[in-house]
């Protein structure tokens, strides 16, 4: 079979639509590289102006001790969905829905991506 159109992780990375958060999960505890989509991190790490007292490196922090938390609780090591509470406006935080999936990196090493239930 033919190979139409190949796009990697690491051209992921470089265009923006994966941020590699690796630096911070080996940090916390993480064995394999961790990246999240564009979509999780602008809507879980991105701090809105409104929201002073918190920044992107806490934020980050939650999630990947969260997201450390609902793996040790998983039975399946392959795609767990786990919450994540956020707060993006003063009034309130949400319940965020998100999905972590372990599969093969370029090299085909584990590789860990955080993302919202409908992006694979």
């Known amino acids: 079979m033919e190979v139409i159109f190949e796009y990697s992780r690491a051209q992921a990375i470089a265009d923006g639509v994966l941020i590699d958060v690796s630096w911070m999960a080996n940090e916390a505890g993480f064995r394999f590289p961790v990246a999240l989509t564009s979509a999780v991190w602008g809507l879980c790490v991105d701090v809105r102006e409104n929201v002073g007292h ?3 490196n806490g934020r980050l922090w939650d999630l990947l001790t969260v997201l450390r938390h609902s793996i040790r609780q998983a039975k399946s090591r ?5 919450e994540l509470c956020v707060q993006n406006c003063v009034q309130r935080a949400d319940s965020v829905a998100l999905k972590a999936a372990c599969g093969p ?3 085909l090493e584990p ?3 955080v993302m919202l239930p409908d992006e694979d």
Request: charge should be negative; hydrophobic fraction near 30%.
């Open 78 to 82: 392959h795609e767990i969905h786990f």
């Open 111 to 113: 590789v860990i991506t």
């Open 54 to 56: 918190q920044d992107e």
């Open 105 to 107: 990196g370029d090299d």
